[in-house]
Antibody, heavy 119, light 108 residues
Framework: QVQLQESGPGLVKPSETLSLTCAVS?????????WTWVRQSPGKGLEWVGE???????NYNPSLESRITMSMDRSKNQFSLKVNSVTAADTALYFC????????????WGQGTLVTVSS | DIQMTQSPPSLSASAGDRVNITCRAS????????LNWYQQKPGKAPKLLIS???NLQGGVPSRFRGSGSGTDFTLTISGLQPEDFATYYC????????FGGGTKVEIK
């Protein structure tokens, strides 16, 4: 059973960098899955943030592309998200998930971590 | 980007009812059929119900059914159960993934 667990600061100041990590167990991040971030602003819908493949290839939401970076740490079997120059609009529940390559669905999800941007 | 428009944004229904949730893509995603449906309950991660338009995931009750092609897709719940009251999202993964705005199914 694949399990994902997000971690990172719950509070980030405006203009600073939001950094989150997703630890994966039950599967290797070197598998042929795309490792994904999805976020949900309070009371709003789901927003796809981006994804990374074991090759290092990435796909980012065009609306966020200039501010986000994703990376992988194979030794720790985890992947990460950085969002630069955050504003209150980046306040959200951030989920990590795995996207299966054949069916292109998000079959496994972390429980989510709430990040609040506030001074 | 492919925009996904869900309707209705919310609906009220009673246990035992049949409900339809529709999802319209701004351009066709046929051939590949990369259209998924998720269920989300408050404070929880979304749960994958259906992938590839109509492929029911293991453990998901058969009262859930996905259908459609081209740009128009439907999630049907036949015989609504108390545990089905939740928010439902469609997602296309034909190109850069995008979600629909969600449909909240509430108790009448």
């Amino acid at each position: 059973q694949v399990q994902l667990q997000e971690s990172g600061p719950g509070l980030v100041k405006p203009s600073e960098t939001l950094s989150l990590t997703c630890a994966v167990s039950g599967a290797s991040i070197s598998n042929d899955d795309w490792w994904t971030w999805v976020r949900q602003s309070p009371g709003k819908g789901l927003e796809w943030v981006g994804e990374i493949f074991h090759s290092g290839d990435t796909n980012y939401n065009p609306s966020l592309e200039s501010r986000i970076t994703m990376s992988m740490d194979r030794s720790k079997n985890q992947f990460s998200l950085k969002v630069n120059s955050v504003t209150a609009a980046d306040t959200a529940l951030y989920f990590c998930a795995s996207r299966r390559i054949r069916s292109r669905d998000l079959a496994y999800w972390g429980q989510g971590t709430l990040v609040t941007v506030s001074s | 980007d492919i925009q996904m428009t869900q309707s209705p944004p919310s609906l009220s229904a009673s246990a035992g009812d049949r409900v339809n949730i529709t999802c319209r893509a701004s351009q066709t995603i046929s051939i590949t059929n990369f259209l998924n449906w998720y269920q989300q309950k408050p404070g929880k991660a979304p749960k994958l119900l259906i992938s590839l338009v109509s492929n029911l995931q293991g453990g998901v009750p058969s009262r859930f059914r996905g259908s459609g092609s081209g740009t128009d897709f439907t999630l049907t719940i036949s015989g609504l159960q108390p545990e089905d009251f939740a928010t439902y999202y469609c997602q296309q993964t034909y190109s850069v993934p995008t979600f629909g705005g969600g449909t909240k199914v509430e108790i009448k």
